[in-house]
């Protein structure tokens, strides 16, 4: 069973940068696929990226294509959001979620309530 741990949340203005990170403990991620899902107040989780550790693919919403960059760093087993142009709506607490190799479809990948495992999550705030 893999435990997920987010970091690198915080204040940063519209049209910087920040890099989120999911570390992984327990097992290792290249036998997962991995999502990043986002909450919003007073909205529903929305996933915004995805990255499957055994082969590379990766997917974006269309909310983030563009400006968000998924990848992995299995050596280190930890999965990285890097996050260029923030928007206001990109205020979210952001969560890094995982699926063991071939337990869902590829096309459940945005769907939050799909993942296994999930880290607590950590707060970014997109403000001026």
């Known amino acids: 069973q893999v435990q997920l741990v987010e970091s690198g949340g915080g204040l940063v203005q519209p049209g910087g940068s920040l890099r989120l990170s999911c570390a992984a403990s327990?097992?290792?991620?290249?036998?997962?696929?991995i999502g990043w899902i986002r909450q919003a107040p007073g909205k529903e989780r929305e996933g915004v990226a995805y990255i499957s550790s055994y082969s590379g693919y990766t997917d974006y919403a269309d909310s983030v294509k563009g400006r968000f960059t998924i990848s992995s760093n299995n050596a280190k087993n930890t999965v990285y959001l890097q996050m260029n142009s923030p928007k206001f709506d990109d205020t979210a607490v952001y969560y890094c979620?995982?699926?063991?190799?071939?337990?869902?479809?590829?096309?459940?990948?945005?769907?939050?309530?799909?993942?296994?495992?999930w880290g607590p999550g950590t707060q970014v705030t997109v403000s001026s």
């Open positions: 979620a995982a699926n063991p190799r071939g337990s869902r479809p590829l096309f459940v990948r945005f769907v939050s309530s799909t993942y296994y495992y």
């Open positions: 327990g097992s290792t991620l290249d036998g997962y696929a």
